[in-house]
């Protein structure tokens, strides 16, 4: 079996009737990497993630003791509870996560993409105070 490369790739590529990143190309780099991760599974806002790739050590969401998966994170996690009801709210149907991140609609992707930049922006400023708070606690030692 040969490996397809160059034109041949290109070619698969322009023979699939649906390309997600042709779909959000007017979202912006940020916002199509984050549904990019949360499609695969590999956001780097998760535990879960962070396991796997041996970061951490632990998989558990901190806020409530659930394995923090992205599934957790986007539909499950109290923590995320106000910006979830907000998408929530503006969104006509709500539907699974997988049908949310699949949709070719892109004012639901649109909306989706803005939930995650505000949860990983969350999640940021939870990681940046408890690694102050590490600093701090080793400076005092």
């Not at 959000?24 to 984050?34: F, P």
């Not at 699974?96 to 940021?124: C, H, M, P, Q, W």
Request: charged share 30%; hydrophobic share 30%; aromatic share 4%.
């Amino acid at each position: 079996m040969v490996a397809l490369r160059g034109r041949g790739m290109l070619q698969i590529h322009k023979n699939t009737k649906y390309d997600p990143a042709k779909s959000q190309q007017s979202l912006g780099r940020k916002k199509d990497i984050l549904l990019s991760k949360a499609r695969t599974n590999r956001w780097t806002q998760c535990n879960w993630y962070l396991t796997f790739i041996k970061q951490k050590k632990d998989a558990k969401c901190k806020q409530c003791g659930a394995k923090d998966t992205t599934e957790h994170v986007i539909d499950k996690c109290s923590k995320h509870d106000q910006a979830r009801e907000c998408l929530r709210r503006k969104l006509s149907h709500w539907g699974n996560i997988s049908s949310l991140l699949a949709s070719k609609d892109i004012n639901v992707i649109n909306l989706v993409a803005n939930y995650l930049v505000t949860i990983e922006g969350d999640r940021k400023i939870e990681e940046d105070e408890a690694r102050k708070l590490n600093l701090a606690n080793t400076n005092t030692v």
